[in-house]
């Protein structure tokens, strides 16, 4: 009789297990194979096995980095998503569509780092990007500059005009 009673046990037991597993919420399972931003109008759910968290040093701000950079990127790709609304200083430089803006401009010798802007409403999101141009016609990358011309910034557009437009892509329909 004392062994038929750890046996009885251990039956009650895995059947309790087996319930509980069964009963988990799907929701769990997702938000392990996704990472998860809460902005104010959304929830932005991006795959693990193509962006990672970074640090966020502000409640209002989440960067997050992709995996696997472009290639002709130096770095991956880092988007923020600021919870709150794009205020007019934010909306730096050329305005390509009503709520778009792109910025180019020389940090390191040889690279062009481009940020795109893309105010949501409630939030808004910035990508930032940097490219190896050693050899971009027209465009000095061999010069830390912080504004490119209108003749270079038209120039290094159209040749990331690829890399742009996918970017662009990205922010409109994932972020």
Avoid: C
């Avoid at 609304?85 to 569509?97: A, K, L, N, Q, V």
């Avoid at 120039?155 to 922010?171: H, K």
Wanted: hydrophobic share 40%.
């Amino acid at each position: 009789m004392t062994r038929r009673i750890p046996v009885v046990v251990l039956v009650l037991v895995l059947l309790v297990s087996g319930v509980a597993l069964a009963q988990t919420p799907t929701a769990s399972k997702e938000s392990a194979s996704d990472y998860i931003v809460s902005a104010p109008s959304r929830t932005i759910r991006l795959a693990r096995a193509d962006w990672t968290a970074m640090t966020n040093d502000y409640e209002w701000a989440e960067n997050v980095e992709e995996i696997r950079k472009g290639p002709r990127e130096e770095f991956e790709r880092v988007v923020t998503v600021f919870k709150l609304p794009m205020t007019e200083d934010r909306r730096i430089g050329e305005m390509i569509s009503p709520n778009e803006y792109v910025e180019m401009f020389v940090v390191n010798t040889g690279m062009l780092t481009v940020q795109v802007r893309l105010d949501k409403g409630s939030y808004y999101v910035m990508s930032r990007q940097t490219f190896t141009a050693p050899s971009v016609p027209g465009v000095d990358t061999a010069r830390l500059q912080h504004d490119l011309s209108a003749l270079e910034f038209a120039r290094a557009r159209e040749a990331f005009q690829s890399e742009l437009d996918t970017t662009r892509y990205l922010l409109q329909s994932t972020f």
